[in-house]
């Protein structure tokens, strides 16, 4: 075998077990306590993370300050963020209830391409979407895939894996704490 087929293969293999998940949304569906969104995130809330590009360093830590509002169909989240470098971002979601699909939602914000779309289950949240994200002067498509597990009744984990093109290029890990 030549030298370009034998790096093919590597690549082909990496890329494989690059987006290999064993993780499903349906193992989590007897995990108490049970998470509903519009109960955990309306309120104040605030949220403190990093992101770790794909070889472990962090690169940024923040902290976020939520005000979300329920009106029984949106969610809205108002999140202001604050960076390690002093740097500040808002951003506001839009998150709809499915009424027709049990525990789904679908929802947008700036920077979000399309709709992110995700459910619940258990205490288990898995939302996916595509990011326009600033780097520098510069802006990438990303896919991001959320998982959220609330831990106890005013916790909550999220670890987000950030791709592109199906390759990682880190995780965000954030720390919710509802405050009201």
Sequence with gaps: MNKVCKYLILFVAFLYLNNCSTMNLEDYKNNNPKLVLENFFSGKTVA???????????????????????????LILEENFIYNDGSK????????????????????????????????????????????????????????????????????????????FGITLGKVILFFEKIS
């Design 48 to 74: 403190r993370g990093v992101f770790e590009d794909r070889f472990g360093n962090i690169k940024k830590y923040f902290k976020v300050d939520i005000i979300g509002t329920w009106d029984g169909k949106t």
């Design 89 to 164: 971002e808002f951003r506001k979601w839009t998150i709809n209830k499915d009424i027709k699909k049990l525990n789904h939602y679908s929802g947008f914000a700036d920077g979000v391409i399309g709709l992110a779309n995700g459910s619940t289950s258990g205490n288990a949240f898995n939302w996916k979407y595509k990011f326009k994200l600033k780097v520098g002067n510069k802006f990438y498509k990303v896919d991001f895939d959320d998982w959220m597990f609330l831990q106890e009744e005013n916790y909550l984990i999220n670890i987000a894996q950030v791709k592109k």
